[in-house]
Structures are given as C-alpha cells and as structure tokens.
T-cell receptor, first 113, second 113 residues
C-alpha cells in the first residue's frame, strides 16, 4: 500500500531564516506530487505541483520554491521566511489523470515569528 | 476557469440530525468531483468521489453525495450525525489538466450533543 510522509510535523522559525520541508511517498512510482498551504480562513492554496523528476510548476509567485530530486521526494524551500509564510503545509500525491484522487500527508505546521 | 463554491463556512447540527453540506461547481463539462474531510491538525482524507456512472455516490463513515448535472451540484449528506463527524469538509473538482484539483473554501461542521 502507498504511504506519504512529511517532516517535520511542527516548526517554529524566525523571520528571515531558511526553510526546508520534505515529503516522501512510498509504494508507488512516478506519482504527481503537490504542495498546498492552508492559512487560517483561506482554504487550500496550491503552491507547486510536479509530474516528474525535475519538473516543477508554480501556481503562486512568492518566496517559496520546490524541488523534486528523486521520483518520490518533494521538497519545499525558502531562503528567507516571511511572517506571511506561517500556515499548515500539506503534501499530496496522485496517480495523475483527472479521475484520480489526491492522497494527503499529515502536514507540517509552520509558525514564523 | 473552473471554481467550486461551498455554501456556508460553518454548519451546526445536533447529534442524530441530518447533515447537508452544499457544493456547487462551475463547468460546462461535468467534472470529476470529490469530497474530503479534515480533522484538526491532520491531512485531508477522501470521503468519496464521482467520476462516471451512478450519480449517487456512497463513501466512508456513512456519507453520500449526489451529482446533479442540471444544478451543477454535488451536495454531501449523512442521515444521522455523530459527534465524531465534527471536522472540516472540502469539496473539490478536477481542473482538466495534470490531475490538479480545485478546492472549495471548506465547511466546518459542528455536532451538538
């Protein structure tokens, strides 16, 4: 069966510090991968998605970036965090194709102080 | 661009009462549709999905949803609410490319004893 992991689970970082969040998927190959952010009262915002190694599409321009160094690894990064980067970050994967649902990881709670 | 509208950011019901969470989509072509549930500080879990075929879809935890093309709706129902149903619920539709999903803003369900 497939599983998706995210770490860390919680993170408190000062403004201006770097960020690296990691997501890995097990039990499948060549998945589509997604990064979402949930800010209070704003629903889910798609940040990045990837259909293959090294292929990243950005949905929202901001100071975040994503990378996919391996087939089942997806990393969200920032060089300098802003207060507005606080939120709940969710990674998800899918088989690709419109009829397939996305499966979500447990999330990372990021607080920028 | 497609969109998903969830009527009511907060819904409160009594235990044992009917649960009705509303979702409307905007698309000229019937999309694939999904309902997810999110418990506090957790990732999203798929409740049910509509792709093709029967318009009444049954999901986990006693939930079901009916796809109505004429009303562009995909409302979620459960005949009898349980305290454990208290959570946030998200409706989503596929956007026709790469398996990306468009999410509604979510409806927070409270269940009163």
């Amino acid at each position: 069966s497939q599983t998706i992991h995210q770490w860390p689970a919680t993170l408190v970082q000062p403004v201006g510090s770097p960020l690296s969040l990691e997501c890995t998927v097990e039990g499948t190959s060549n998945p589509n991968l997604y990064w979402y952010r949930q800010a209070a009262g704003r629903g889910l915002q798609l940040l990045f998605y990837s259909v293959g190694i090294g292929q990243i599409s950005s949905e929202v321009p901001q100071n975040l970036s994503a990378s996919r160094p391996q087939d089942r690894q997806f990393i969200l990064s920032s060089k300098k965090l802003l207060l507005s980067d606080s939120g709940f970050y969710l990674c998800a994967w899918s088989m690709g194709g419109s009829q397939y649902e996305q499966f979500f990881g447990p999330g990372t709670r990021l607080t920028v102080l | 661009a497609q969109s998903v509208t969830q009527l009511g950011s907060h819904v409160s019901v009594s235990e044992g009462a009917l649960v009705l969470l509303r979702c409307n989509y905007s698309s000229s072509v019937p999309p694939y549709l999904f309902w997810y549930v999110q418990y506090p500080n957790q990732g999203l879990q798929l409740l049910l999905k509509y792709t093709t075929g029967a318009t009444l879809v049954k999901g986990i935890n006693g939930f079901e949803a009916e796809f109505k093309k004429s009303e562009t709706s995909f409302h979620l129902t459960k005949p009898s609410a349980h305290m454990s149903d208290a959570a946030e619920y998200f409706c989503a539709c596929e956007d026709g490319s790469q398996g990306n999903l468009i999410f509604g803003k979510g409806t927070k369900l409270s269940v009163k004893p």
